[in-house]
């Protein structure tokens, strides 16, 4: 299995750690402490030396209640910290939802659109005009992504939106309500000419979901694997893995490579981590044990 982006065919035969850089004042999981362009740009090459495959660049927050900015804010805050991450020779991906700033990101060259959205903000978003925009050239963001010709896209579940999405989060049984949403979002980027081969999904830890159902979505990820597309998971420092482990405000980073790893293990193939190092180190340990149970007689 591969992945198409813009520059890269990415090889998804054994799981690819997609290292976070988060260019805001207010992420959930590291305080603002990549926020000025510089520290943004080193924290790339710091990745790197610790093995990550891919860079995810975010401008503005999507942790629960977090208000969104202005497409102009966003891009001046991602624009710097892309152009440095293109020079650096892995494929590099851009978090946001909004299409303008996806049109400036894939002008620019980025190799990969990480929409929370799954391409629906246009049409879903509730009020465009608090955010002081200027008018995108295309109508939708499935629009410009269709017109790119090559760029990977990673469509993710959300229920609901960042500012409201735990205060009401998802009822029943989230395995197959996830999975009908993602499939459907895949087909209507392919009805537009979008290429199976550019297309990654997401489930959405911590997106409008219960712990018991981001845990269900974990433990039943091979369903989510029959509807054919690479598996993003995004289990790093959520707080369902502080609720697991009864860790209160310690540090997260034992659940998220315990979570990162069952995930590969059940199917993953594109792991979205802040700790990299360690992800990384825990990989190599189950790869050590995959690379014997091939080789055990039946």
Not at 41 to 60: F, K
Not at 61 to 79: K, L, N
Not at 215 to 236: D, H, M, N, T, V
Not at 262 to 286: M, N, P, S, Y
Request: hydrophobic share 45%; with cysteine.
């Amino acid at each position: 299995m591969h992945w198409q982006t813009t520059r890269f065919h990415i090889d998804l035969s054994r799981p690819r750690v997609m290292g976070i850089v988060n260019v805001t004042p207010d992420s959930f999981s590291d305080g603002g402490r990549h926020f000025s362009a510089d520290a943004a740009r080193a924290h790339c090459e710091q990745l790197l030396r610790e093995g990550a495959d891919l860079l995810d660049i975010g401008g503005e927050s999507t942790r629960p209640g977090a208000q969104p900015v202005s497409a102009q804010d966003e891009w001046a805050r991602v624009q710097p910290v892309l152009q440095h991450a293109l020079t650096l020779g892995v494929p590099v991906s851009v978090d946001t939802y909004k299409p303008q700033v996806m049109q400036w990101a894939l002008d620019a060259g980025a190799d990969i659109i990480n929409d929370v959205w799954a391409m629906r903000w246009q049409a879903e978003r509730a009020d465009a005009s608090a955010l002081n925009e200027n008018p995108s050239p295309h109508r939708s963001a499935r629009d410009l992504i269709s017109q790119h010709g090559s760029c990977g896209v990673c469509l993710m579940h959300m229920h609901r939106e960042p500012r409201t999405m735990q205060t009401a989060p998802m009822e029943g049984d989230a395995v197959p309500q996830v999975a009908q949403f993602l499939v459907g979002a895949a087909q209507d980027l392919e009805s537009v000419g979008v290429a199976p081969a550019r297309i990654c999904l997401d489930y959405g830890i911590g997106f409008g979901k219960t712990v018991a159902q981001n845990f269900a979505l974990l433990a039943r990820q091979r369903e989510l694997l029959a509807c054919g597309y690479p598996l993003l998971a995004g289990w790093s420092r959520k707080s369902s893995l502080a609720a697991a482990a009864g860790l209160g405000e310690g540090s997260r980073l034992v659940a998220s490579v315990a979570a990162a790893v069952l995930a590969a293990d059940r199917g993953a193939r594109l792991l979205r981590v802040h700790d990299v190092q360690a992800t990384v180190q825990g990989l190599a340990v189950w790869s050590a044990m995959q690379a014997q149970e091939s080789q055990t007689p039946n």
